[in-house]
């Protein structure tokens, strides 16, 4: 067994040089993000759920975020088996980067060619492994490309069920990869000019069905723990609200109607292309450039979803659009075709306001940086220049009174298993310095404008009392509540890095 598998490894690899060439090349372009600090607000979100879920913190209840469950739960399971650093964040999305390009190299093989393929993952491989596209951070819009090619790899070997089983692993992992696939479904719908209608019903349903088991799977563990209403509420419908900031026309999400307007034409040209006499009629037939143009236009959608010029939204389309570039690279005939599609999907992107990250200093700073010809400090503030300041309150937080080494040190200013609370943008803070938050609200942009969730932060703070409140002076004022809270219950311990540290007063009156 071992013997056979070992034989067939070193026969993919023989045949697979310029594979592997790609993904040696693309681990090499993705090692400075190792040494990265923990400065994406994205990944220290991701990071402090996952931190508090492997204390037993229940997602949605105990700690907020608004996404689909399984970036927090991939971001837990990555610090229990690599350590929770951002480092094992770091390391593991490489790896799946890497699983991704050569199940992507797989998946165009099947739909073109080797050398096709070959261009098309040094063209994915670029544009997610550089900071031009925040390639470089551990985000769900690059996490769920792999269940995506995998859901359409089986797709296309009829495999429906395994593949609606993995489209929901990505919607689960990136709610937008629904977009996927219904792109997917048309394009198997549309079959329906080649194979009896029952047949492709039939295969409709096992999609379907795969879709909705782990979806379903899901409900029963929040419904186990209580926790469903939370679940749906924040994980569903909270999107709604969230994706009307910038997609507001007329009525709520209105824009949202507006933009769908191309996805309604483009799946009803082709259904009357395959289901009217005069569509049949036309020369041609429905196939792969077809479902790739499907394919490019719903991922775009779910780019433009969210209503907000985010760069690493664009991650989206890019496995469509690679194996569109890749296929203009080498054939001459969809040349034309592929170089009109890939220009307006670029110009539409500048137009739409998705600026890429120009950082021509990044692989410089890193090779200073492990050289020792930069400090830890500049290297930080390289990123962001609020990185450093972060990780000094991070150490203060969970440091010694004395000036000593927190691991001597006998008398901490904060428990390893007390909370503290931030009223800020730094949710950093919690991870680096290893202490639970006092409240499932760990933003203040969470909190600003809701009522409710201020109400909850109160009624936290009131029951957990932690040790330590910190206010960041550049942020946003405490709401009058918060503020009244602090006043009354807390001392200034001190000012540092732009933070005020207020400290839980020994004798302060019951609130």
């Given at each position: ?273 395959v289901l009217s006499k005069k569509g049949k009629s036309l020369s041609g037939k429905f196939g792969t450039t077809e479902f790739l143009l499907i394919w490019l236009i719903f991922s775009y959608y779910g780019a433009v979803f969210g209503g907000r010029p ?202």
């Amino acid at each position: 067994m071992l013997a056979a598998i070992l034989e067939k490894t070193e026969s993919y690899i023989l045949s697979n040089k310029a594979l592997l060439i790609i993904l040696s090349l693309t681990f090499l372009v993705r090692l400075p993000s190792f040494f990265e600090p923990l400065w994406n607000v994205d990944e220290a979100i991701y990071s402090t759920i996952g931190q508090e879920i492997n204390r037993g913190g229940l997602l949605y209840v105990d700690i907020f975020d608004h996404k689909t469950p399984g970036i927090y739960y991939l971001a837990a399971w990555s610090f229990t088996i690599l350590g929770e650093t951002l480092w094992s964040l770091k390391f593991m999305l490489t790896f799946w980067v890497l699983t991704t390009l050569v199940v992507y190299y797989s998946l165009v093989q099947k739909l073109f060619d080797r050398k096709t393929a070959l261009f098309s993952v040094l063209t994915l491989s670029i544009l997610t492994s550089t900071p031009f596209l925040a390639g470089n951070i551990f985000n769900n819009e690059i996490i769920a490309i792999l269940p995506i090619c995998l859901a359409i790899f089986l797709g296309l070997k009829k495999r429906y069920l395994l593949s609606g089983a993995f489209f929901s692993s990505a919607i689960l992992l990136n709610l937008p990869a629904f977009f996927a696939f219904s792109a997917f479904f048309i394009f198997l719908a549309l079959s329906i000019n080649n194979e009896k209608s029952k047949v492709v019903i039939l295969n409709l349903v096992k999609l379907t069905v795969g879709l909705v088991i782990p979806f379903g799977l899901t409900f029963v563990y929040f419904a186990s723990k209580g926790a469903l209403a939370s679940y749906i509420n924040t994980a569903f419908l909270f999107n709604l609200s969230y994706t009307n900031y910038g997609n507001e026309f007329i009525i709520p999400n209105g824009l949202l109607i507006v933009k769908a307007l191309p996805l309604i034409a483009i799946a009803a040209y082709f259904f009357w292309r395959v289901l009217s006499k005069k569509g049949k009629s036309l020369s041609g037939k429905f196939g792969t450039t077809e479902f790739l143009l499907i394919w490019l236009i719903f991922s775009y959608y779910g780019a433009v979803f969210g209503g907000r010029p985010y760069i690493h939204y664009m991650i989206q389309p890019l496995a469509p659009l690679s194996i569109i570039i890749g296929r203009t690279i080498t054939k001459a005939k969809f040349r034309k075709f592929g170089v009109a599609i890939t220009s307006f999907a670029l110009l539409l992107s500048f137009l739409l306001g998705f600026l890429p990250n120009v950082n021509l200093r990044y692989y410089p700073n890193f090779f200073n940086f492990i050289l020792n010809r930069t400090s830890s400090e500049d290297y930080q503030n390289s990123f962001d220049l609020n990185t450093s300041r972060i990780y000094s309150i991070s150490s203060l937080v969970s440091g010694c009174f004395a000036n000593q080494d927190s691991k001597e040190c006998e008398n901490l200013r904060t428990n390893s298993k007390g909370s503290v609370y931030l009223w800020g943008n730094q949710p950093a803070i919690y991870f680096l310095s290893q202490r639970e938050p006092a409240s499932k609200y760990i933003t203040a942009f969470h909190i600003l404008g809701s009522d409710s969730a201020k109400k909850v932060v109160i009624q936290e703070l009131r029951k957990d009392e932690p040790a330590y409140i910190l206010v960041d002076e550049f942020g946003p004022k405490p709401f009058p509540e918060l503020d009244s809270l602090i006043k009354r219950r807390y001392n200034l311990f001190a000012a540092s890095e732009g933070y005020k540290i207020y400290v839980l007063g020994k004798n302060s009156q019951a609130f």
